[in-house]
């Protein structure tokens, strides 16, 4: 045929879809992975960069009740074939961040500038069309680098089952590692509800989400979207030796909890991007050598969150 068909074509099966989110393509001889050679090797043309994404966020504050947040992260993720799993493959994502803070004031003392360097293995299986799976594996360095011991390396991982009860029900229940320092371990989970193509409802702990389309514009769709977060992280750091009496290596936890509305776009060439603004409030930082005491608890502070992947 030397024009394009019109008619629809088969259904697919995307390998980077949430598990359980779709059925088995009707071939199974043609996954998106494409077929291996003898070898082991994938064909010319599979995706080996699956996308990579920027994401900024910003907190203002600088006074000794409060915390400024400037915070950056640039990840890429790559895709590996899996024991021979062409649906369900290996996802690599190393990635690199920096956080500037600003306040609070002396003893509560923050470092200028953290950094997040990371690499993370994920893979989501799926056995069959009820029963899946989300896993992960992350290790990093988070660290001033200004004296980095082991301590600074975190181990960081998820674990879920997901249960598809029918087109518009799942399930999910599993844990959270955060490996920060009070926080080690998170129970995670709830349902997910999509009555239709353009509602979504994810119930699930510790980070909702509820997300309806707004419009289709040619061929990119915008939705707005209401969620919560338990956001945070934990870092090793030099104390300024006004505030101890002398360089100490310390070790903080940044916890809080977030809510927030946006407004997100998603194109058909794989582009998409998404902007919100909340609030961040029970934010706490944790310092682990108690000195001079093991808690400050800033002012609630808005956010603003911006992104882009490809």
């Known amino acids: 045929m030397l024009g394009p068909s019109i008619s629809t074509p088969p259904p697919q099966w995307d390998p980077y879809a949430s598990p359980g989110a779709q059925v088995s393509p009707t ?13 082991g090797l994938p064909k010319i043309g599979q995706r080996l960069l699956d996308h990579w ?6 907190m203002p504050g600088n006074a000794s009740e409060e915390l400024g947040i400037h915070n950056w ?9 899996f024991l021979w799993n062409t649906q369900s493959p290996l996802l690599v994502t190393p990635g690199f961040g920096m956080w500037f803070w600003s306040g609070p004031d002396s003893p509560h003392d923050m470092p200028p500038r953290t950094y997040d360097a990371y690499l993370e293995a994920g893979w989501n299986p799926q056995v069959n069309q009820w029963l899946g799976g989300e896993l992960s594996f992350r290790i990093g360095v988070y660290s001033d680098f200004k004296k980095v011991t082991f301590d600074a390396l975190r181990y960081q991982g998820k674990g879920m089952a997901v249960l598809t009860l029918n087109q518009a029900f799942q399930c999910k229940f ?5 490996d920060r320092n009070r926080v080690k371990l998170l129970p995670a989970g709830g349902v ?5 193509s353009d509602v979504r409802f994810e119930i699930l702990f510790p980070n909702p989400r509820l997300t309806q389309r707004l419009t289709t514009w040619g061929t990119t769709e915008w939705w707005w ?3 919560g977060e338990y956001g945070g992280g934990a870092w090793e750091f030099t104390r300024d030796p006004a505030s101890v009496g002398g360089n100490l290596v310390d070790h903080v936890d940044y916890n809080d909890l977030e809510a927030a509305v946006g407004l997100e776009f998603k194109a058909l060439s794989g582009l998409s991007g998404h902007i919100e603004a909340g609030i961040a409030f029970d934010r706490e930082l944790f310092y682990t050598s108690r000195n001079p005491d093991a808690f400050f608890r800033p002012n609630p502070a808005f956010l603003l969150r911006a992104g882009i992947t490809y």
């Open 27 to 39: 071939d199974p001889m043609q996954p998106v992975f494409g077929n291996f050679t003898g070898q």
């Open 53 to 58: 994404q920027f994401q900024y966020l910003w």
């Open 73 to 81: 992260e640039l990840s890429g993720t790559f895709a590996f074939p």
């Open 174 to 178: 599993g844990v959270w590692y955060l």
């Open 192 to 196: 997910i509800w999509t009555p239709n």
């Open 225 to 227: 979207y209401v969620r």
